[in-house]
């Protein structure tokens, strides 16, 4: 199975146009510091509900850190029936010093 991944700047490009769903998979207190406008904090917790709940054809970017794990959990929404998912490159470290001051 090939694992989808996107940029930062392709990622941004599909924020501005709400293209797609934002999947945050870093721990609650990452999230709660900082995050990309509008995603989706994914934890073991609701994990369930989300596979129940959101539509599998539904565009999804997952991110984690450094896009180490998001490479797992992207596999993971795949194996669950997402169709359109991919994880991005370099995680929020590589997200944060380019666009974290822009406006949402």
Known sequence: MEIAQIQI?????????KSCMFVDIRDP???R???????IQLHDG???EFLQNTAKEQPVVVYC???????????FLMENGFTNV?????GFEAWRPVY???PA
């Open 33 to 39: 510091q900082a995050h990309i406008p509008g995603a």
């Open 86 to 90: 991919a994880s991005m490159s370099g």
């Open 65 to 75: 850190y450094h896009g180490n794990s998001s490479l797992g959990a992207t596999a």
């Open 46 to 48: 609701n994990v369930q």
């Open 9 to 17: 700047h392709e990622a941004k490009k599909k924020l501005d146009e």
């Open 100 to 102: 974290e001051h822009e």
């Open 29 to 31: 207190g990452s999230y």
